[in-house]
T-cell receptor, first 114, second 114 residues
Framework: NAGVTQTPKFQVLKTGQSMTLQCAQD?????MYWYRQDPGMGLRLIYY???????DKGEVPNGYNVSRLNKREFSLRLESAAPSQTSVYFC?????????????FGPGTRLTVL | AQSVTQLGSHVSVSEGALVLLRCNYS??????LFWYVQYPNQGLQLLLK??????LVKGINGFEAEFKKSETSFHLTKPSAHMSDAAEYFC????????????FGAGTRLAVHP
């Protein structure tokens, strides 16, 4: 099992360009998440999806859109990239039962916006 | 608002010394509590968690943490540090409103020197 996979691993964009970060999971989890990680700020939630067909804003949604394509895939789109979006982006899933409650993380996408 | 505070953004210990990483949270209801570890250029890996039951929980690599409700704390300890423990550690909690996402602390970078 691959767990949570993300593509690409690295990306450099110019200001104003758009791109989509892809995330896929083979864990059969209902909930999926997008975080950004910046030095000294921990992980901040951008968007999440509790189930196929639903999405909700997190702490820092401005400048991003998401699509929950199906149960396996959850993509994050930057329509017009800004230097402030330079960050490391992590996708995660959630096993939500009380005894097995855990978030599983992908390896991350390192994005630089020039 | 729900928050997680990790005291000390950087902690340095000698190999063989006690590791103590502090985490305090604010919540009006007992949360689920987690410690994750991140090695350089990798995703986050679960170290240990508290959901229900015994308040002293043991995790991987010899780490343990104790949930103290009266102190709203969940400090991470390891009796004897190894060089391989050098990493960034994140404390996370479920918010007061439910168990469908996590709120992360800013992280503590642990350095282990010979």
């Amino acid at each position: 099992n691959a767990g949570v996979t993300q593509t690409p691993k690295f990306q450099v964009l110019k200001t104003g360009q758009s791109m989509t970060l892809q995330c896929a999971q083979d864990m059969n989890h209902n909930s999926m998440y997008w975080y950004r990680q910046d030095p000294g700020m921990g992980l901040r939630l951008i968007y999440y999806s509790a189930s196929e067909g639903t999405t909700d804003k997190g702490e820092v949604p401005n400048g991003y859109n998401v699509s929950r394509l199906n149960k396996r895939e959850f993509s994050l789109r930057l329509e017009s990239a800004a230097p402030s979006q330079t960050s490391v982006y992590f996708c995660a899933t959630l096993s939500g039962s009380a005894l097995a409650y855990e978030q599983f993380f992908g390896p991350g996408t390192r994005l630089t916006v020039l | 608002a729900q928050s997680v505070t990790q005291l000390g953004s950087h902690v340095s210990v000698s190999e063989g010394a006690l590791v103590l990483l502090r985490c305090n949270y604010s919540s009006s209801v007992p949360p689920y509590l987690f410690w994750y570890v991140q090695y350089p250029n990798q995703g986050l890996q679960l170290l240990l968690k508290y959901t229900t039951g015994a308040t002293l929980v043991k995790g991987i690599n010899g780490f343990e943490a104790e949930f103290k409700k009266s102190e709203t704390s969940f400090h991470l300890t390891k009796p004897s540090a190894h060089m391989s423990d050098a990493a960034e550690y994140f404390c996370a909690v479920t918010p007061s409103g439910g168990y469908n996402k996590l709120i992360f602390g800013a992280g503590t970078r642990l350095a282990v020197h010979p």
